[in-house]
């Protein structure tokens, strides 16, 4: 994979990186913002002409405001506004590369996941506590859109009288515990502008300690609120105040409650945003979850617990072919391979037109056809990301359940004689070789949270 170019536009610099596959990054730039829609643009395409080499294959930016992810729009812009022109078009069109375009928070989370304090994680809500307040949501893996810009944290509603926002409501997150709603309170308390949280931390008096509990008080709400809906493995605190409101947070702990996730700082510092932007920015590949086990390892049970738990599409090659076993029937043995050669093929034909990113679980014994095969089919399918699930259980338990179901299944399968065979064959198969691999043993009970852990 080719190195990428992330930018993160922010209300006082525009940071750009080249970032290679690998993750790391390899030159930068800085630049003090521009208001105007045009300038940024024009500052954009100075700093990619700067950073460009031929390794680059993609731009990816994050922009501050509401982003409409599907159309590549900006709806709405703050103090640098980009509402005004189709910039990601402009992007492309004058740097002739790829441009993916996304809210700045979301763009954190990737890089956050990618590298930083959600490294792996699947499940996950980030909340950047700076001027403003941004959001984002992870879920499955993936950006939690709703239908358009959900994950707009900053207004969530923590203080129903509170003060006038932005956003027409009236106290959200953002008006209660932004850097500058910190401001805010500290007038109120009438102590001098400027005073910073950590000297209010140090000091512990009565006053200071009022002060940092009207700040982080409403985030925690905001925080039990959002682990209750939407059960993360953890919420990520950044921007320019995280660390200072993580702290602060220490002040209002969380109280016992069915309801947990840690509360983590963010890892990546200003690079989290650069570093996300160039992640989005890779070209997407489609994911293949190879369930793999022979005749009657329970594989297919494997398979639907993961599709129940993702919502991912099983392709399973007995689904495939045996329409065609009923169609054909009589079917003996050599067509049978035939129809299984044909059935291996059309799942990877099928694969080939779903959505660019898409994960597909394959269920199939793998064994059947050569290696070279299975990689022919993946490359086909634009499958750029595999795992495998590998099913076994004792032989004789595999002889046993194919001998069970022999009755049930259509004409043209092996029947009661080809058990000795599948029990020869269990004893002597193993996982394909050079793909991670996941074992359940289909004779105990599933253990989900292993095998979703192994998935993520
Ligand atoms: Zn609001």
Same mark, same amino acid.
């Given at each position: 994979?080719?190195a ?6 922010g ?5 750009? #990186?080249?970032?290679?596959a690998d ?8 630049r ?26 993609a ?6 405001g509401q ?5 590549? /729009? ?15 078009e ?6 002739g590369?790829?441009?993916?375009l ?19 994680l699947? $499940?996950v ?13 992870? =879920?499955?893996?993936r ?5 358009g810009?959900?994950?707009?944290l900053?207004h969530?509603t923590?203080?129903?009288e ?8 009236r106290?959200? &997150? ?10 805010? $309170?500290?007038?109120?308390a009438?102590?001098p502008?400027?005073?910073?949280a ?6 512990? =008096? ?5 002060v940092?509990h /009207?700040w982080?008080?409403? +985030?925690?709400?905001?925080?039990d ?5 939407l059960?993360p ?28 996730a840690?509360v ?5 510092? =200003? ?6 932007a ?8 489609r994911r ?13 049970g494997v398979?639907?617990?993961?599709? #129940?738990a993702?919502g991912?599409?099983?392709l399973?090659?007995? &689904?495939?072919?045996n ?5 054909l @029937? ?10 299984g050669?044909?059935?291996y ?13 898409? &994960? ?8 059947f056809?050569?290696p ?17 699930i590998?099913? $076994? ?7 046993a359940?194919? @001998?069970a ?17 599948l ?6 198969a ?6 991670p ?6 004779? #105990?009970p +599933?253990?989900r =949270? ?5 998935? #993520?």
């Amino acid at each position: 994979m080719r190195a990428t170019i992330g930018i993160d536009i922010g209300g006082t610099n525009v940071r750009a #990186a080249r970032i290679g596959a690998d993750g790391v990054v390899q030159d930068r730039r800085a630049r003090p913002s521009l208001r105007d829609g045009e300038g940024c643009l024009r500052l954009c395409r100075e700093m990619v002409a700067e950073l460009r080499d031929e390794t680059v294959a993609a731009i990816g930016v994050g922009v501050p405001g509401q982003v409409d992810f599907a159309s590549q /729009r900006v709806l709405s812009g703050g103090y640098v506004d980009l509402s005004t022109l189709p910039f990601a078009e402009r992007l492309a069109q004058e740097t002739g590369l790829p441009v993916t375009l996304d809210n700045d928070a979301n763009m954190a989370l990737l890089g956050e996941v990618a590298q930083g304090a959600a490294k792996g994680l699947a $499940h996950v809500v980030l909340l950047t506590i700076g001027t403003g307040i941004g959001g984002a949501i992870l =879920d499955h893996g993936r950006i939690l859109r709703g239908r358009g810009v959900a994950g707009q944290l900053g207004h969530l509603t923590v203080v129903p009288e509170g003060r006038d926002c932005v956003c027409g409501k009236r106290g959200c &997150t953002e008006t209660e515990s932004s850097g500058t709603a910190f401001g805010l $309170h500290l007038a109120e308390a009438g102590l001098p502008a400027g005073t910073r949280a950590e000297a209010l931390l140090a000091r512990g =008096d009565a006053v200071a300690e009022r002060v940092l509990h /009207r700040w982080a008080a409403p +985030l925690r709400g905001a925080i039990d609120t959002l682990i209750a809906t939407l059960s993360p493995e953890a919420v990520i605190i950044g921007g320019g105040a995280g660390a200072a409101m993580v702290a602060a947070l220490g002040r209002v702990p969380a109280r016992r409650s069915w309801f947990h996730a840690p509360v983590l700082g963010a890892g990546l510092g =200003d690079d989290a945003g650069v570093i996300g932007a160039a992640v989005a920015a890779r070209p997407k590949g489609r994911r293949a979850v190879l369930v793999n086990g022979v005749p009657a390892s329970g594989k297919s049970g494997v398979a639907q617990a993961i599709a #129940a738990a993702t919502g991912w599409p099983i392709l399973s090659l007995d &689904t495939v072919k045996n329409p065609f076993l009923v169609e054909l @029937a009589p079917v003996d043995r050599l067509m049978n391979r035939t129809l299984g050669r044909a059935a291996y093929r059309s799942i990877f034909d099928l694969t080939a037109q779903f959505a660019p990113d898409a &994960t597909v679980i394959i269920d199939a014994w793998f064994g059947f056809q050569p290696p070279e095969v299975l990689q022919a089919g993946l490359a086909a399918a634009g499958i750029t990301e595999v795992r495998q699930i590998w099913c $076994h259980a004792p032989p004789e338990t595999i002889g046993a359940r194919y @001998a069970a179901r022999v009755a049930t299944r259509p004409a043209g399968h092996p029947g009661l004689d080809y058990v000795p065979e599948l029990v020869a064959l269990a004893t002597r198969a193993r996982p394909l070789d050079g793909y991670p691999s996941h074992e359940v043993d289909t004779a #105990a009970p +599933l253990d989900r =949270d292993a095998l979703m852990r192994f998935l #993520a």
